[in-house]
């Protein structure tokens, strides 16, 4: 029980200090729930505590569970570590290395050195960044009127690659594409997939793609430092 209470002191210490907005936490062993706790605010602007039961955006880590359903694909034999992942979505056999810009700006690309697979987006390896963080691809997006990822249009993911599929790690889109090839190999679009195979069984019934009215109420706000 004291090391508990030194928990719940460094979490309310967080949100005292504005360091955190707000923050629930949980822990679960074999045998159930452990702990769980809330603390802080929803939205620093308003009232409203935060509970277990708040809803908040999980953003990259929607990446953990696109890779166990893909994995449990393989499993089934359904999908392929090694086989070039354009044989179940054509569409990333026409995925090109960018390898600069012409004197009119235009971006330079050719086809990579080898195909893009699972294990390589599973990786990180397949050579798809974000242009948050490489500018190549904010480049390229503005040269070629791409629309950026935050739009979650198909159109953001048609960006050329950094480098040829196994080379080297980049952080990116990678994973998002492995969500068109669970669609493809399991004819389901991804969210149904997930509710299905993954959540469900889990009892995670409040973990969506889109959220439900009574789901929007209990939101957390989005802070940024």
């Known amino acids: 029980m004291a090391q508990l209470a030194n928990v719940e002191k460094s979490f309310r210490t967080a949100v005292e200090s504005g360091a955190m907005p707000g923050i629930v936490v949980a822990a679960a062993g074999d045998r ?100 948050i963080w490489r500018p190549e691809i904010a480049r390229y997006q503005e040269a070629t009127g791409t629309p950026g990822i935050t739009t979650c249009t198909n159109a953001a993911l048609t960006t050329p690659l950094l480098f040829d599929p196994g080379d080297r790690w980049e952080y990116g889109i990678s994973i998002d594409w492995v969500g068109k090839m669970v669609e493809a190999a399991s004819g389901q679009t991804l969210d149904r997939y997930l509710a299905d195979h993954i959540l469900g069984p889990l009892g995670m019934t409040d973990t969506s793609f889109v959220l439900s009215a009574a789901q929007k109420t209990r939101r957390a706000t989005m802070h940024q430092r």
């Open 32 to 131: 159930g729930l452990i702990y769980e706790g809330a603390f802080g605010r929803r939205d620093i602007g308003a009232p409203t505590a935060m509970t277990p039961d708040t809803i908040v955006w999980i953003a990259s880590m929607t990446k953990a569970i696109t890779a166990a359903a893909a994995m449990q694909l393989v499993e089934r034999g359904k999908l392929a570590l090694d086989r070039p992942a354009s044989d179940v979505v054509p569409a990333l056999g026409t995925a090109k290395v960018l390898e600069g810009f012409d004197a009119g700006g235009q971006p330079r690309l050719r086809p990579p050195k080898r195909p893009i697979t699972l294990k390589h987006l599973l990786s990180h390896t397949a050579g798809f960044a974000y242009e």
